[in-house]
């Protein structure tokens, strides 16, 4: 299992529960920023943050989500007079996917990635010079890249260690320094950006604007997500041979009373969308009644989802509750380590 994924999809559960607001808006993200992520992302993710700061139970989920390495890192920059919780009112990510084999290998169409990398953009209303002021008095490792200070932390040197910067005083950007090297470089017109990958690109404008949440997969990353998310599923022989043949998921959220999720995988025929939406019902009631008795309202939410063949694509679909969130979050079901 990839280890930077668990921070991902914490954060992905996170920005659903967000979604919990009183008000139903999609969330539509500026295609200016869209472009400036990397090409050869493979994972893209939204999510509107504004309607997230009304909700009492907000600080409990995400103090029981969020990695201790994150949790870290928030309080450099709430230490800094930056603060996260205040300050962001959209974030958008991208996965950049390592360990995949060349498409013509035999083993692409089945292949998940086996390490990959994480780049991040928050937008809203930031006190840069201040921050910025606070990081090089602390004496943090710094990179210019163009006219741009990155700055590092847990001492900046690793490849894995996070790096932040401001593009401007309306935007921050987080990742891995390759990563934040890649964005600015596409921002100034140096490497190619995001929307020159037709396969993902397509998949970010049908979904922007779906909902208040929404990602975007590429084959691989779904496989990967499927694998995590519905190990039982992988217990059917006949999964093993639908995996190569689905090439993209969406997710979308939207928010009224209560919270509702759409998800769309894309395969190869009808005929292969039926035969997994099958397997995928086996799958979920196999795991409702794991789980019956020691996490009835887990048990609940997956008596909740609706699974649908529509033509070449399976349509997922769930609607939850305010008290079923509630009880979802005391039992620990969201939680994450790190």
């Known amino acids: 299992m990839i280890k930077s994924r668990n921070l991902v999809l914490a954060m992905a559960v996170l920005f659903v529960a967000c979604a919990l607001g009183p008000v139903a808006r999609a969330g539509t993200l500026s295609t200016d920023v869209i472009g400036m992520f990397p090409q050869n992302a493979g994972e893209f993710a939204y999510a509107d943050l504004r309607q997230a700061r009304g909700l009492s139970w907000f600080p409990q989920l995400q103090n029981e989500m969020l990695p201790e390495r994150f949790k870290e890192l928030e309080k450099v920059l709430s230490a800094a007079g930056a603060d996260p919780n205040v300050q962001v009112e959209e974030l958008a990510w991208a996965l950049v996917p390592g360990g995949l084999p060349d498409s013509s290998a035999p083993n692409a169409s089945t292949a998940v990635p086996t390490s990959e990398q994480v780049v991040g953009v928050a937008l809203g209303s930031f006190q840069r010079d201040s921050t910025e002021a606070y990081f090089e008095a602390k004496k943090f490792p710094v990179a210019k890249v163009h006219n741009l200070n990155l700055y590092g932390f847990a001492g900046g040197s690793g490849a894995s260690d996070l790096f932040f910067v401001f593009i401007d005083a309306n935007t921050a950007a987080f990742g891995q320094r390759a990563m934040l090297e890649k964005l600015i470089n596409v921002r100034y017109g140096e490497e190619p950006g995001l929307f020159s990958n037709d396969e993902l690109s397509s998949l970010v404008t049908k979904a922007n604007g779906s909902g208040i949440v929404w990602s975007v997969m590429t084959g691989a990353y779904t496989r990967l997500a499927m694998q995590q998310l519905t190990p039982e599923v992988s217990q059917f022989p006949q999964a093993q041979q639908l995996t190569g043949k689905v090439h993209a998921?969406?997710?979308?959220?939207?928010?009224?009373?209560?919270?509702?999720?759409?998800?769309?995988?894309?395969?190869?025929?009808?005929?292969?969308?039926?035969?997994?939406?099958?397997?995928?019902?086996?799958?979920?009631?196999?795991?409702?009644?794991?789980?019956?008795?020691?996490?009835?309202?887990?048990?609940?939410?997956?008596?909740?989802?609706?699974?649908?063949?529509?033509?070449?694509?399976l349509d997922i679909r769930l609607s939850l509750t305010d008290d079923q969130v509630v009880g979802l979050i005391r039992r620990n079901t969201f939680a994450v380590g790190l």
């Open 249 to 313: 998921l969406t997710i979308a959220i939207t928010a009224g009373t209560g919270v509702q999720a759409h998800f769309q995988a894309v395969l190869d025929n009808p005929d292969d969308a039926n035969t997994f939406a099958a397997l995928l019902q086996a799958g979920l009631l196999y795991r409702r009644y794991q789980v019956a008795n020691s996490n009835p309202d887990l048990a609940a939410m997956l008596d909740a989802i609706s699974v649908a063949p529509s033509g070449d694509q």
